[in-house]
C-alpha cells in the first residue's frame, strides 16, 4: 500500500484543527505516560547503549579470546603428577624396638601419630636432596623456540659430561647449535662480558677456568636436529634440592586413614615422574634400613664373640685329636663320664653368664652414650628373661619414640616435651641402677660356678693321669664348641629377621606419565576468561565512561535538569551538504525538520505569522544549519520565510547559500544598504535571506537601534515566518535582544557535544529572564548509537513529541532514500574504529556533520 505526501500532509492538517483545550489534554496525556516510561529507562538504556555499540563488543572479545590462545599456546605448560603410600602398621624387627614395645603394648599411643611422622620424613630436605643426586640433575637441557625456550629431559640429542676433577660454574648458560654430524657451534657468554665462539668436535673436550666438559651424541640425535639451537647449564644440587622439596605436597588422602597422595608439578611431566618414584624407592630404602639396624648390629656383636671364641675352638680340637692319636684313648670310664657331664654343665653355664656379662656392660655403655633406643640390641637376644629389665628398656624406647614424635609439633619449651624428657631421665637412672644390680649378680652366679667346677677338678684329680688329662682337654673343646654354636644359632636368627624385614609402606599407585595432567595453562578457563573479560571490558567502559561523561547524550539528560519543553530532535547528517531539504528532501533527517515544522505549528498553537529565534549556548552546536533547514521546510509548505543572519560576529548564512556577504544587516542598519538591496532570493521558492553583511564594531548597539525595529515591523508584514540566527546566547547579549521581537525561541543543544551545564544556564534564562518562550530543539542525533530519541519518520522511526500525537506509519524500510544506501565494510570500519583510519590510504570525501 502506498501513500503518497498529500496523505501524509492532510493527516496533519486535521490534527491542526484540533481545539487548545484537545490539543493540551492530548499533549499532557501523552507527557504523563511518556515519563511513567521513563521512570525504568536506566536499564533499558544501558542495554541499548550495550547493543548499539556491538561492534566493540565483537572486537573486545575477539581480542580476550586471541590473547586466551596466545597465553595457551606460548606459554610454559605445567604438569602435575602423583604417587600413593599406603602406611602400614609396624612390623616387629628382630630385636628391634618394635618388638619390645609392641610385647608390652606401649606402642599405641605412637602408632596414632605414625602418619604424620611419615609425611614429615617424605617433606624432609635430606630425602629430597638424596633423590635428586641419585636421579643427576646436575645439567638441564633446554631447546630454543621461536617464541620460548622448552627443557628437553628425556629427548636431548646430546649429552654433557662433566669432569668431575674440576671445578664448574653453576647456572652458566652454554648455547650450541649443531653443523654436521661431527661437528657443532659452542658460543658462551660469561658475565664478566667474555664471548666464546668456536666450532667444536663431538667428544672434544672444551676448557677454560669455570667450565670442562665434553659433548657426546646420544640415541636421539639425528639430521633434524641441525636446524634447532640448544643450550644446557649447571645446576646447584642445594638449590634444586630445595627448590623440589618446596614444590613437593604430601597430604592423607582420607582423614582416619593412612593413605597418603604425593604430588609434584612442574613444566616437564616426566622428570616429576622420575623424582617422585626415585623418592619413594629412596624412601622404602631408608626405611627397611632402619628396620635392619638392630638386626645388623646383632650379628655384628655375634660376630664379635664368635672371632674371639674360634681361635679356642680350633686350638682345642686340634689338642683332642692329638692326645687321642697319641694315647690311644677313645672314651671315657663310666666315672670319668659322669664327672665330664658335670664339669660340662658348669662350664657351660658359666660361659653364658660371661656372654650375658658383655651384653651388660654393652647396654650400660649405650645408655650412656646414645640419645635413643632406634638400633639398641634387645635382651631377648641374649636370652636375658629379666621382666624388669624388659619392662624399663621397653618404657624408654617408648618414651623415646614418644619425644620423636612430639618434635615435629612442637618445640624444646613446649610443657609436654619437659615432661617427657623428665620421664626419659628417671627410666634412664633406674634402668642404669637395674644394670648394676644384675651386673653385681651375675658376678656372684660367675663365682658360683667358678666354685662347682674347682670341687669337680678335685674330683677329677683321682682318675688315672690319663684320663683325667682326656677329660680337660674335652672339657676345653666341648665348651667352646657349644658356646660357638649357640652364637651361630643366634646369628642365623638375626640373618634370618634381616631378610625377612618389610618397609612400614605399600607402593599403591606409582607415579606415571598416564596419570599426570596439565594444570597450566588451563585452556578452558582462560578461554572463558578471554570471552567475558572481552565482554565485560567494554560494557565497563561505557558505563564509566556515561558515568564521567558531562555531555548532553539522550533525552533523559535534558528530561532531568529542565521542565522547558523540546520540540524535537534532528538527526545526524551523512550528506555532503548543509542544505539537506533542498537536495535531499526524501532523506530521514528531511523527515526530522518536517516533524520539528509540526511540532513548532502546535507550540504557535495556530499563528499564521510567526518571528522564531534559533540560538544556541556555545558555536558549534548546529544553530545555522538548523535555521537554514528549517526555514527551508517551512517554505516548501508554501508559506513566506525570511531567513536573517543576525551572528554578525561570525555569519555562516552566506556560505552555507554561496552568496555574497557585501550588503547585509549590518550595512542596512547603518545606513549603507536600502531595504531591497539586503533581501535575497534563494533556489528554494518562498525562501528569502538577509545575510549579515560585514562584520561590525559595536553588533549589540546596532540590533538596539531604532531601524531594527522598524525593520522587524515591515518585515513581519511581508512574510509569514521570519527565522532569525542568532548569535550564541552564552557568548554574548545580542540573541537576548532579539528576543524581544521573537514569538517563539528555539535553544539547539547537540548530542555529545553541548554540555549538561548548558541546561542551567537555559534555566536561568528562563526564569530568572522570564523568557517563557524558549524551547529546546537537540541537534545532530545518531539513531544508531542514542538511547531516549523515538523522533523520526515512517517505519524507521515513529513520531513522538510532547507538543503533538504520536503517529505511527508502518512504511517499513526503504521510504527514505538513506535506507537504500549501502556502506562498505571499509566505511563502516573507519566509522566505527577511528584509530584505524591510517592503516586506509584512499580518502573519502568528508560528511558536514549538522552545519559544523
Given at each position: 500500500m502506498q501513500i503518497n505526501n498529500k496523505t501524509i500532509e492532510k493527516n496533519i492538517n486535521d490534527n491542526l484543527l484540533l481545539d487548545i483545550s484537545q490539543m493540551s489534554s492530548a499533549a499532557n496525556k501523552i507527557s504523563n505516560n511518556y515519563l511513567q516510561?521513563?521512570?525504568?529507562?536506566?536499564?533499558?538504556?544501558?542495554?541499548?547503549?550495550?547493543?548499539?555499540?556491538?561492534?566493540?563488543?565483537?572486537?573486545?572479545?575477539?581480542?580476550?579470546?586471541?590473547?586466551?590462545?596466545?597465553?595457551?599456546?606460548?606459554?610454559?605448560?605445567?604438569?602435575?603428577?602423583?604417587?600413593?603410600?599406603?602406611v602400614l602398621e609396624k612390623g616387629e624387627g628382630y630385636g628391634g624396638i618394635e618388638s619390645i614395645i609392641s610385647e608390652f603394648g606401649a606402642y599405641s599411643k605412637?602408632?596414632?601419630?605414625?602418619?604424620e611422622n611419615q609425611i614429615g620424613i617424605l617433606q624432609s630436605y635430606t630425602l629430597s636432596f638424596e633423590t635428586v643426586k641419585e636421579l643427576d640433575f646436575q645439567v638441564s637441557y633446554w631447546a630454543k623456540g621461536r617464541i620460548n625456550e622448552s627443557e628437553i629431559y628425556t629427548t636431548s640429542p646430546f649429552k654433557v659430561v662433566l669432569d668431575t676433577t674440576k671445578n664448574q660454574t653453576i647456572q652458566q648458560r652454554v648455547n650450541l647449535s649443531f653443523v654436521s654430524e661431527t661437528e657443532y657451534n659452542l658460543e658462551i657468554t660469561y658475565p664478566t662480558g667474555k664471548n666464546i665462539k668456536k666450532e667444536m668436535f663431538f667428544g672434544e673436550t672444551y676448557s677454560d677456568d669455570f667450565l670442562t666438559f665434553r659433548i657426546e651424541k646420544n640415541a636421539n640425535f639425528s639430521d633434524n636436529n641441525e636446524n634447532i639451537s640448544y643450550f644446557f647449564f649447571l645446576n646447584d644440587y642445594y638449590a634444586i634440592a630445595r627448590s623440589y622439596n618446596k614444590g613437593l605436597k604430601v597430604e592423607s588422602i582420607f582423614e582416619k586413614g593412612t593413605m597418603l597422595k604425593l604430588n609434584k608439578s612442574g613444566n616437564v611431566a616426566q622428570k616429576e615422574i622420575d623424582f617422585l618414584n626415585k623418592l619413594i624407592e629412596i624412601y622404602i630404602r631408608r626405611n627397611i634400613e632402619e628396620k635392619n639396624i638392630s638386626a645388623l648390629n646383632t650379628i655384628k656383636f655375634i660376630d664379635e664373640q664368635l672371632n674371639n671364641i674360634i681361635d679356642s675352638l680350633q686350638k682345642a680340637e686340634r689338642n683332642l685329636e692329638r692326645f687321642r692319636l697319641n694315647n690311644k684313648i677313645i672314651d671315657l670310664s663310666k666315672e670319668g663320664t659322669s664327672l665330664f657331664e658335670k664339669l660340662e654343665q658348669q662350664q657351660a653355664q658359666k660361659s653364658i653368664l660371661e656372654i650375658r656379662m658383655k651384653y651388660y656392660e654393652y647396654l650400660k655403655n649405650y645408655i650412656k652414650s646414645k640419645n635413643d633406643f632406634k638400633d639398641v640390641i634387645t635382651p631377648s637376644v641374649i636370652g636375658i628373661q629379666d621382666n624388669l629389665l624388659n619392662s624399663l628398656v621397653a618404657q624408654l624406647s617408648a618414651l623415646y619414640s614418644e619425644k620423636n614424635v612430639t618434635e615435629y609439633s612442637a618445640t624444646k619449651d613446649n610443657p609436654t616435651m619437659e615432661v617427657i624428657n623428665l620421664k626419659i631421665k628417671n627410666t634412664v637412672n633406674a634402668l642404669i641402677e637395674n644394670v648394676n644390680n644384675i651386673i653385681e649378680g651375675a658376678k656372684i652366679e660367675i663365682k658360683e660356678a667358678d666354685k662347682n667346677i674347682s670341687v669337680l677338678d678335685q674330683e677329677i684329680q683321682k682318675l688315672p693321669v690319663t684320663e683325667r688329662e682326656l677329660i680337660n682337654i674335652q672339657r676345653k673343646f666341648d665348651l667352646n664348641d657349644n658356646i660357638y654354636n649357640f652364637l651361630l644359632e643366634k646369628r642365623t636368627e638375626a640373618g634370618i629377621t634381616k631378610a625377612s624385614n618389610i618397609p612400614d609402606v605399600k607402593i599403591l599407585d606409582s607415579a606415571i606419565i598416564q596419570n599426570s595432567e596439565q594444570i597450566s595453562p588451563k585452556r578452558s578457563i582462560n578461554m572463558m576468561i578471554g570471552f567475558f573479560l572481552g565482554l565485560l571490558l567494554p560494557a565497563l567502559l561505557i558505563i564509566i565512561k556515561d558515568f564521567f561523561n558531562d555531555k548532553i547524550t539522550d533525552r533523559k539528560d535534558v528530561e532531568k535538569s529542565t521542565t522547558i519543553p523540546i520540540l524535537?530532535?534532528?538527526?545526524?547528517?551523512?550528506?555532503?551538504?548543509?542544505?539537506?531539504?533542498?537536495?535531499?528532501?526524501?532523506?530521514?533527517i528531511s523527515e526530522s525538520f518536517r516533524t520539528l515544522r509540526t511540532n513548532l505549528q502546535y507550540l504557535l498553537q495556530g499563528k499564521e505569522k510567526a518571528v522564531i529565534s534559533i540560538s544556541s549556548t556555545i558555536s558549534g552546536e548546529g544553530k545555522s544549519f538548523c535555521a537554514v533547514n528549517l526555514a527551508s521546510i517551512i517554505a516548501l509548505s508554501n508559506k513566506k520565510v525570511l531567513l536573517i543572519g543576525l551572528d554578525m560576529r561570525k555569519p555562516k548564512i552566506h556560505k552555507i547559500f554561496n552568496c555574497q556577504n557585501n550588503a547585509g544587516m549590518s550595512t542596512y542598519l547603518i545606513?549603507?544598504?536600502?531595504?531591497?538591496?539586503?533581501?535575497?532570493?534563494?533556489?528554494?521558492?518562498?525562501?528569502?535571506?538577509?545575510?549579515?553583511?560585514?562584520?561590525?564594531?559595536?553588533?549589540?548597539?546596532?540590533?538596539?537601534?531604532?531601524k531594527f525595529g522598524e525593520l522587524m515591523t515591515r518585515l513581519k508584514d511581508e512574510y509569514d515566518y521570519i527565522i532569525i540566527d542568532t548569535p550564541p546566547v552564552a557568548l554574548v547579549a545580542d540573541a537576548l535582544l532579539i528576543m524581544n521581537y521573537t514569538d517563539a525561541n528555539i535553544f539547539v543543544i547537540r548530542q555529545n557535544y553541548s554540555s549538561k551545564n548548558v541546561l542551567k544556564f537555559v534555566n536561568d534564562l528562563r526564569y530568572e529572564k522570564n523568557l517563557d518562550k524558549i524551547t529546546i530543539l537537540i541537534n545532530d542525533i545518531d539513531y544508531n548509537n542514542a538511547y531516549g530519541y523515538k523522533y523520526?519518520?515512517?517505519?524507521?522511526?515513529?513520531?513522538?513529541?510532547?507538543?503533538?500525537?504520536?503517529?505511527?506509519?508502518?512504511?517499513?524500510?526503504?521510504?527514505?532514500?538513506d535506507d537504500n544506501e549501502s556502506v562498505s565494510l571499509i566505511s563502516f570500519i573507519k566509522n566505527k574504529f577511528p584509530f584505524l583510519k591510517k592503516f586506509f590510504k584512499k580518502k573519502h570525501k568528508k560528511h558536514t556533520v549538522n552545519g559544523q
Open positions: 516510561e521513563e521512570e525504568t529507562i536506566d536499564i533499558k538504556k544501558y542495554i541499548y547503549k550495550f547493543s548499539s555499540n556491538w561492534y566493540w563488543f565483537v572486537l573486545s572479545i575477539f581480542v580476550g579470546l586471541s590473547v586466551s590462545f596466545l597465553i595457551n599456546r606460548y606459554s610454559s605448560k605445567q604438569y602435575s603428577t602423583s604417587a600413593s603410600l599406603l605412637a602408632q596414632r601419630k605414625n602418619v524535537g530532535a534532528i538527526s545526524h547528517n551523512t550528506k555532503d551538504t548543509d542544505l539537506v531539504v533542498q537536495n535531499h528532501p526524501k532523506s530521514s545606513g549603507k544598504s536600502s531595504y531591497k538591496e539586503i533581501i535575497n532570493k534563494t533556489g528554494i521558492d518562498n525562501l528569502h535571506t538577509i545575510v549579515s553583511g560585514p562584520i561590525p564594531p559595536n553588533p549589540a548597539e546596532l540590533i538596539e537601534n531604532k523520526g519518520g515512517y517505519g524507521k522511526y515513529s513520531y513522538r513529541y510532547k507538543y503533538g500525537y504520536r503517529y505511527n506509519y508502518g512504511y517499513g524500510n526503504g521510504y527514505y532514500e
